[in-house]
């Protein structure tokens, strides 16, 4: 059987949900899987690295190897290994390897592609880091990532405002995969030949790609991001705040316009049987691909199908957006895009009539299937996704 190749774009948990998914597609169809991710991310450990080494921001990327990992328990341990997070140390303690005065306050470490220390993985230390499931995650597998940094170029975003003060070292908060990716880039010069060493180190059954070599600056036009002003449309800059911003996104746009596209993902667009869209958080994960000129010729001419899976609940930057403005955001961005099936919850989509004229505007069809876990929180189980995906990617044209 002649491999089916997938592109699947986004970042975050929406893009690890989705990769896991088309893993639990393996026994039934032979999958060649890339994953294509955003480079905007500047909260947390890979706004810290962004702002002091420079380079692409290394969280989302990690988290997409993370999600292809092989089963292999050594490749497992390394996967864990990859999400642990240094956690604070106090100043001064014996064997700490740190110096100085001051007490170290603890708490979660900065939340970026992983968003939680936890989350995909088990206990540090153990090799059982990487089962292939997403069900740890707490909140929905689209949580914004730097939830809780504060704007780059501030004290508190270079600490990482984790509840670290000034006392403690360097690595904390930091997760060991930021750090390797960071290195691998420096060491070879080249972020694509860094992830190929890297999937190589986790046994991947994939490969990762950057949308763009170089990182990307998210801006917003946001009617109400001021509570005390809800009719004033100002500018928000940069991934973390748009992604947690109070206000409505009214128009998206990237710094620089036209980031040059990575050539192996528009290599991969052109050759793929299918392109996946989501799930993820729109504005900061999903949309921003079609927004890289290059990316879109690739994405709008390819002979692949395309598909776009629906978040199970809105989100802060997608507050005021029904499920049906989803769609409508794509064709807003990228007005050629035509996309033939549209993959959505049936209770997270409620009325499906809007949601069916959506789709159809876009040329796609809805298809409606169980995909969310079963204790009621809007996250994608893998398996039921990749159940649904399987009848899907598996039709003949």
């Given at each position: 059987m002649t491999a089916r190749r997938v592109v699947a774009f986004g970042g975050g948990h929406g893009l690890s949900a989705s990769l896991r998914a088309l893993r639990h597609c393996a026994p039934e169809l032979d999958l060649d899987i890339t994953a294509v991710v955003t480079v905007g991310d500047d909260g947390g450990s890979s706004g810290r690295l962004r702002a002091e080494r420079g380079g692409l921001p290394p969280g989302d990327l990690r988290q997409a190897l993370v999600a292809l990992a092989g089963d292999h328990p050594a490749t497992r341990r390394s996967a864990g290994l990859f999400q642990h997070r240094f956690a604070a140390v106090p100043v001064g303690v014996p064997g700490s390897g740190a110096t100085g005065p001051g007490p170290a306050?603890?708490?979660?470490?900065?939340?970026?592609?992983?968003?939680?220390?936890?989350?995909?993985?088990?206990?540090?230390?153990?090799d059982t880091a990487h089962r292939g499931?997403?069900?740890?995650?707490?909140?929905?597998?689209?949580?914004?990532?730097?939830?809780?940094?504060?704007?780059?170029?501030?004290?508190?975003?270079?600490?990482?405002?984790?509840?670290?003060?000034?006392g403690t070292d360097g690595l904390t908060g930091h997760a060991v995969g930021n750090l390797v990716l960071c290195g691998l880039m420096e060491l070879l010069g080249d972020p694509v030949a860094?992830?190929?060493h890297a999937g190589a180190m986790l046994g991947a059954v994939g490969r990762v790609l950057p949308m763009s070599r170089q990182?990307?600056?998210?801006?917003?036009?946001?009617?109400?991001?001021?509570?005390?002003?809800?009719?004033?449309?100002?500018?928000?800059s940069g991934q973390h705040q748009v992604a947690v911003t109070t206000g409505r996104v009214e128009s998206l746009r990237l710094t620089p316009s036209a980031p040059p596209a990575c050539a192996e993902a528009i290599e991969a667009i052109r050759a793929a049987d299918w392109l996946i869209f989501g799930p993820g958080s729109w504005y900061t994960s999903v949309l921003p691909h079609l927004l890289v000129p290059q990316?879109?010729?690739?994405?709008?001419?390819?002979?692949?199908?395309?598909?776009?899976?629906?978040?199970?609940?809105?989100?802060?930057?997608?507050?005021?957006?029904?499920?049906?403005?989803?769609?409508?955001?794509?064709?807003?961005?990228?007005?050629?895009?035509?996309?033939?099936?549209?993959?959505?919850?049936?209770k997270a989509v409620g009325d499906p009539e809007p949601v069916e004229r959506a789709a159809e505007s876009l040329g796609a069809r809805l298809v409606l299937a169980p995909v969310?876990?079963?204790?009621?929180?809007?996250?994608?189980?893998?398996?039921?996704?990749?159940?649904a995906l399987v009848p899907v990617l598996g039709a003949d044209r």
């Open positions: 306050a603890g708490g979660d470490p900065d939340r970026d592609g992983a968003a939680q220390r936890g989350t995909d993985t088990a206990p540090h230390g153990t499931t997403d069900t740890a995650h707490r909140g929905t597998d689209t949580a914004p990532r730097g939830t809780d940094i504060a704007p780059r170029g501030t004290d508190a975003a270079l600490r990482g405002t984790d509840g670290a003060s000034a860094a992830l190929e990182p990307v600056g998210i801006e917003a036009r946001v009617r109400g991001a001021d509570p005390a002003a809800p009719d004033q449309v100002r500018t928000v990316l879109a010729d690739a994405i709008v001419s390819t002979s692949a199908r395309r598909l776009v899976t629906l978040n199970l609940a809105a989100e802060k930057e997608t507050l005021g957006l029904s499920v049906a403005d989803h769609l409508a955001a794509l064709h807003w961005y990228l007005p050629e895009l035509k996309v033939d099936l549209v993959l959505a919850d049936a969310a876990v079963v204790d009621g929180t809007p996250r994608h189980d893998p398996a039921a996704l990749g159940a």
